[in-house]
T-cell receptor, first 112, second 111 residues
Framework: TAGITQAPTSQILAAGRSMTLRCTQDMRHNAMYWYRQDLGLGLRLIHYSNTAGTTGKGEVPDGYSVSRANTDDFPLTLASAVPSQTSVYFC???????????FGSGTRLTVV | GQQLNQSPQSMFIQEGEDVSMNCTSS?????WLWYKQDPGEGPVLLIALYKAGELTSNGRLTAQFGTTRKDSFLNISASIPSDVGIYFC???????????FGQGTRLTINP
């Protein structure tokens, strides 16, 4: 089934450690996004990529980095995790600018 | 930046009741979308609206693009247990490259 695959599904990470959340799509969508979801705050954009080779900062980019080496993959890296990065992370993609995002199933990250 | 205010934040209703929620923006949007998130899953697109005043249905769901282009409404008729979840509005303004999401409405249904 076409869509977005995120890995891992969940992770417990010690503060100060680094981690990369993986996201792969098979729909050949140009744009990809990383959101974090926190109770009462909805979905907040961390980073985005309009096309392979380009990335941009979203609403809450600090502490995160991304790369877009090809169309299909958009990994999110936490260089040195802090407890405030405990959240559920969603990757999404879209074929049209601003419309009809497809979301992955999320990665639940707990930083202790 | 653009912001969306979604209300209510949560709803507790009886099965069979109708549900209404809305979203307002501080600026004009050209596109409004409504998503539903089931527990443990990512949001899934329910309805997309592209024109001011547009009224679109998807089964028991009806959404409207407000005539001021600064708001949108979602109604669910005759709620059933599988309607439980979090509903998000999202919008994009003219020339915007990314969607802006509301804070979500958590719907709980008592059987």
């Amino acid at each position: 089934t076409a869509g977005i695959t995120q890995a891992p599904t969940s992770q417990i990470l010690a503060a100060g450690r680094s981690m990369t959340l993986r996201c792969t799509q098979d729909m050949r969508h140009n744009a990809m996004y990383w959101y974090r979801q926190d109770l009462g705050l909805g979905l907040r954009l961390i980073h985005y990529s309009n096309t392979a080779g380009t990335t941009g900062k979203g609403e809450v980019p600090d502490g995160y980095s991304v790369s877009r080496a090809n169309t299909d993959d958009f990994p999110l890296t936490l260089a040195s995790a802090v407890p405030s990065q405990t959240s559920v992370y969603f990757c999404a993609s879209s074929g049209d600018r601003g419309y009809g995002y497809t979301f992955g199933s999320g990665t639940r990250l707990t930083v202790v | 930046g653009q912001q969306l205010n979604q209300s209510p934040q949560s709803m507790f209703i009886q099965e069979g009741e109708d549900v209404s929620m809305n979203c307002t923006s501080s600026s004009i949007f050209n596109t409004w979308l409504w998503y539903k998130q089931d527990p443990g899953e990512g949001p899934v697109l329910l309805i997309a609206l592209y024109k001011a005043g547009e009224l679109t249905s998807n089964g028991r769901l009806t959404a409207q693009f407000g005539t001021t282009r600064k708001d949108s409404f979602l109604n669910i008729s005759a709620s059933i247990p599988s309607d439980v979840g979090i509903y998000f509005c999202a919008g994009a303004g003219q020339g915007a490259q990314k969607l802006v999401f509301g804070q979500g409405t958590r719907l709980t249904i008592n059987p």
